[in-house]
T-cell receptor, first 111, second 114 residues
Framework: KQEVTQIPAALSVPEGENLVLNCSFT??????LQWFRQDPGKGLTSLLL?????REQTSGRLNASLDKSSGRSTLYIAASQPGDSATYLC??????????FGAGTRLTVKP | DTGVSQDPRHKITKRGQNVTFRCDPI?????LYWYRQTLGQGPEFLTY????????KSRLLSDRFSAERPKGSFSTLEIQRTEQGDSAMYLC????????????FGEGSRLTVL
């Protein structure tokens, strides 16, 4: 059974700082890994999707990497802004399509 | 709006009542997923459909829960004889039927059981 862990559970940084969120998964036989953002009381917004054959994906100030052999993914946020404050979730899709989520990292960017 | 839509957004009910949630996926997506999320946790998989076929169900989906997708378009999730432990956000997502398909989520339906 796929287990997904995210560290840290919470992170507070000053505006402008670059930061890294970590995600680890136990079963490397995945189809893809997806990063989401969730604002309080809202649904999930897809940020980046990395296919199993890829090493990284970039979108604006966001860069996600994937290392299947070590069971790790990172989400790098450059020049953080207060509007980036949210919970960030990673999810790994195993072969049975039962996408498994981590508990998320709650990010606060202080002005 | 062509995203995933869910209805109702909020539902408050008394213990023992039945509730039903509806999800309308993105129109060209043939896979539809239901997840449950409690405060401070990531979403937990409940079930998913490919077209009208329910292909997988989690053991979290007790016999009080039933999901349907009768014509391969919208889906309903019914909870019978609700319990306080059913209070959660119920999230629907859709994707194309490829293993690498990106999931798109709706805003969720928040259930409070009194």
């Amino acid at each position: 059974k796929q287990e997904v862990t995210q560290i840290p559970a919470a992170l507070s940084v000053p505006e402008g700082e670059n930061l890294v969120l970590n995600c680890s998964f136990t079963d490397s036989a995945i189809y893809n890994l997806q990063w989401f953002r969730q604002d309080p009381g809202k649904g999930l917004t897809s940020l980046l999707l990395i296919q199993s054959s890829q090493r990284e994906q970039t979108s604006g100030r966001l860069n996600a990497s994937l290392d299947k052999s070590s069971g790790r993914s990172t989400l790098y946020i450059a020049a953080s802004q207060p509007g980036d404050s949210a919970t960030y979730l990673c999810a790994a899709t195993p072969k049975n399509n039962d996408m498994r989520f981590g508990a998320g990292t709650r990010l606060t960017v202080k002005p | 709006d062509t995203g995933v839509s869910q209805d109702p957004r909020h539902k408050i009910t008394k213990r023992g009542q039945n509730v039903t949630f509806r999800c309308d996926p993105i129109s060209e997506h043939n896979r539809l997923y239901w997840y449950r999320q409690t405060l401070g946790q990531g979403p937990e998989f409940l079930t998913y459909f490919q077209n009208e076929a329910q292909l997988e169900k989690s053991r979290l989906l007790s016999d009080r829960f039933s999901a349907e997708r009768p014509k391969g378009s919208f889906s309903t999730l019914e909870i019978q004889r609700t319990e306080q432990g059913d209070s959660a956000m119920y999230l629907c997502a859709s994707s194309l039927a490829t293993p690498t398909g990106e999931l798109f989520f709706g805003e969720g339906s928040r259930l409070t059981v009194l």
